[in-house]
């Protein structure tokens, strides 16, 4: 994440990594790495708003 949060950065012509690099990141690295339960994807959640939560909670 590190690695793609700094490419990402680059890309933008900075030299340095913001949060907002990390946060925008999280979601493409980590999507296919959260496995829901059934009951879970029964009640609409889905990875990206776990993932959502989980940026919501480190800020």
Same mark, same amino acid.
């Given at each position: 994440?590190?690695?793609?949060?700094?490419?990402?950065? &680059?890309?933008? %012509?900075?030299?340095?990594?913001?949060?907002?690099?990390?946060?925008?990141?999280?979601?493409? $690295?980590? !999507?296919?790495?959260?496995? &829901?339960?059934? %009951?879970?994807?029964?009640?609409?959640?889905?990875?990206?708003?776990?993932?959502?939560?989980? $940026?919501? !909670?480190?800020?």
């Amino acid at each position: 994440m590190i690695l793609a949060a700094k490419a990402r950065a &680059l890309i933008h %012509e900075r030299n340095y990594v913001s949060k907002e690099d990390v946060d925008t990141m999280a979601y493409p $690295i980590l !999507r296919h790495r959260i496995m &829901l339960t059934f %009951e879970s994807e029964r009640r609409g959640i889905t990875p990206d708003k776990v993932i959502g939560e989980i $940026i919501k !909670r480190t800020e």
